[in-house]
């Protein structure tokens, strides 16, 4: 089998690697002739962190981000609080990154270009696909350098703007709000305080102004403000005008511009995620506000859905991408738009994110089933003791491309190649099992 995947953001970059590990012949192209340089999803969600850890790099992950910062708030230039985006949790047996962390993204993709390139892929740059067509058992797809080729599959992983989405078809249904429009960028800022981040706005309407949120990996902030006029002045000389606007004249001096854009609200989501042998994901099928930190965790985890399902490669298994990503998904930008409206409205509100922003409560399961825990639910975490007496987690042990078998104290021997046999009571209690019992967990973390 052989995929090619369009885009080379973290949702091409994380399905790349799902196939890859799986010894899948994959091609990752991205139109651009250099890889992107700013922040833009900035905010790495807990049940991505557990998919990271699953590929291979959360400790890349950890080391190089930093926790959600303590924000502090002035109005008419006067210190009138200090608040987060969420406050931080202690890891528990079945939740081991309760909190979410800040990464720039183009530092996240880094990371994941780095691991891919270990299953020996390469990004292809300046690679764009510029026709295709299908059959029943094949795609045939047509690249800007001139090359035609022939795979099993294609994904359009490009993008809001998708190429794949758009010859395909598929309406993209949804609002671009024209009337809302925010200038962010990638800068420094003498004067500020790189541990914290800051919030600038008058005290006569404290819901606008600026946020300035620090970056790891160096003395950058990312810089977020509203814009008025039509004209958007993009440049460093345009971003400290708005800087003295807000905090007042003096307070910081901007330096180190690498990035800025307009932005306004987009939110939007494909009629359908899959045509024949072509699927979509990440931003190709959906997007979102900035508001909850979303967009790239959902299309982390719809790459992550469809890799072992491609892998796979059974039509039964192959059609459920659709069924299962595109209700997250919708669901997902309800929460988006929920908090942008009350950013809209003045709602303070909006600046924090709360349990339904962590991800850790997607499921496919079917919404009649009320028990605890059944087949489309995350497969929690839980701490064993390995028959050397080591103590490990199940994590650990769901690591790599494979299902896993889940054995509760049994007593006839498994000829599953990765069964796991359990005697932990805290295991029994979190799993809510019983002896005997028998839970098959898909590779991607869920009951099957």
Not at 216 to 240: R, V
């Amino acid at each position: 089998m052989n995929v090619l995947i369009a885009g080379a953001g973290p949702t091409g970059l994380t399905l790349g690697i799902e196939l890859a590990r799986r010894g899948i012949a994959v091609r990752v192209i991205d139109k651009a002739t250099g890889f992107f340089d700013g922040s833009r999803g900035d905010g790495l969600q807990p049940r991505t962190l557990e998919v990271l850890e699953d590929l291979g790099v959360v400790d890349q992950v950890l080391e190089q981000s930093i926790a959600i910062p303590l924000m502090k708030i002035y109005l008419d230039g006067e210190l009138v609080g200090e608040r987060r985006m969420a406050e931080p949790v202690d890891p528990t047996p079945d939740i081991p990154y309760p909190n979410a962390r800040m990464l720039g993204q183009s530092r996240t993709e880094k990371i994941l270009r780095d691991k891919l390139a270990e299953y020996g892929v390469s990004v292809e740059l300046d690679t764009a696909i510029v026709g295709f067509n299908q059959t029943d058992d094949s795609v045939t797809a047509e690249l800007s350098t001139g090359e035609t080729v022939e795979i099993d599959y294609l994904v359009g992983a490009d993008g809001g703007r998708s190429f794949v989405r758009k010859q395909l078809g598929i309406a993209f249904e949804g609002t671009t709000d024209e009337s809302i429009r925010t200038l962010l960028g990638d800068v420094a800022a003498d004067g500020l305080d790189h541990e914290v981040g800051y919030w600038f706005a008058t005290k006569d309407n404290p819901m606008a102004g600026i946020a300035m949120t620090p970056l790891s990996g160096g003395d950058q902030f990312q810089f977020g403000a509203p814009l008025d006029a039509d004209d958007a002045d993009t440049s460093i000389e345009g971003l400290q005008a708005l800087v003295d606007k807000y905090a007042g004249a003096g307070t910081a001096k901007l330096r180190d511009l690498t990035w800025s854009t307009v932005w306004r609200p987009n939110v939007r989501l494909a009629a359908k995620f899959r045509v024949g042998r072509v699927f979509i994901a990440g931003d190709a099928a959906h997007v979102h506000p900035p508001t909850g930190g979303q967009g790239l965790n959902t299309g982390v985890q719809d790459a992550y859905n469809l890799g072992w399902k491609l892998a796979d490669g059974r039509e039964e298994v192959l059609a459920t991408y659709e069924t299962e990503r595109r209700t997250n998904a919708m669901r997902v930008l309800g929460i988006s738009e929920d908090l942008m409206q009350k950013h809209v409205e003045g709602d303070e509100s909006a600046m924090e994110r709360g349990e339904n922003t962590r991800q850790l409560d997607v499921s496919y399961r079917d919404p009649s089933d009320t028990r605890p825990l059944v087949s489309g639910d995350r497969a929690p975490d839980a701490p064993l003791v390995d028959a050397s007496g080591n103590k490990v987690r199940l994590f650990e042990l769901f690591r790599g491309p494979h299902e896993t078998l889940l054995r509760f104290s049994p007593t006839t021997p498994s000829t599953h190649a990765h069964a796991v046999d359990i005697t932990s009571p805290e295991a029994f209690a979190i799993y809510h099992a019983q002896p005997g019992d028998e839970i098959l967990i898909r590779p991607d973390g869920y009951l099957a």
